[in-house]
């Protein structure tokens, strides 16, 4: 098993950063792809941005691109999220999430999720 532990949310205003955190542990070899997701109240979970190990080539959701950035250090089995130019519509629970495949990063069918962690933009 593979156990995502997220950081870093919080409440920050309309314009304003946050950087989150993802620390992955137990059978970390098993990751290939790891990824960001979040939900909003009343919506459906959706894609935020991801990268995979090999290449470390990465992956947006249109409404975060230039705005987001996924990094990562697979030594260290840790994924950051850097998150600037925050609007209201940023609020949401954001998720880590991992998986062993390399296909298809921004589908939903990762195999592993962490709890989540808040973040609140006031306007």
């Known amino acids: 098993q593979v156990q995502l532990v997220e950081s870093g949310g919080g409440l920050v205003q309309a314009e304003g950063s946050l950087r989150l955190s993802c620390a992955a542990s137990?059978?970390?070899?098993?990751?290939?792809?790891m990824g960001w997701f979040r939900q909003a109240p009343g919506k459906e979970r959706e894609f935020v941005a991801a990268i995979k190990w090999a290449g470390g080539s990465t992956y947006y959701a249109d409404s975060v691109k230039g705005r987001f950035t996924i990094s990562g250090d697979n030594a260290k089995n840790t994924v950051n999220l850097q998150m600037n130019s925050l609007s209201p519509d940023d609020t949401a629970v954001y998720y880590c999430?991992?998986?062993?495949?390399?296909?298809?990063?921004?589908?939903?069918?990762?195999?592993?999720w962490g709890q989540g962690t808040q973040v609140t933009v006031s306007s």
């Open positions: 999430a991992a998986k062993g495949s390399t296909l298809f990063p921004r589908r939903m069918d990762y195999d592993y």
């Open positions: 137990g059978r970390t070899f098993r990751i290939s792809t």
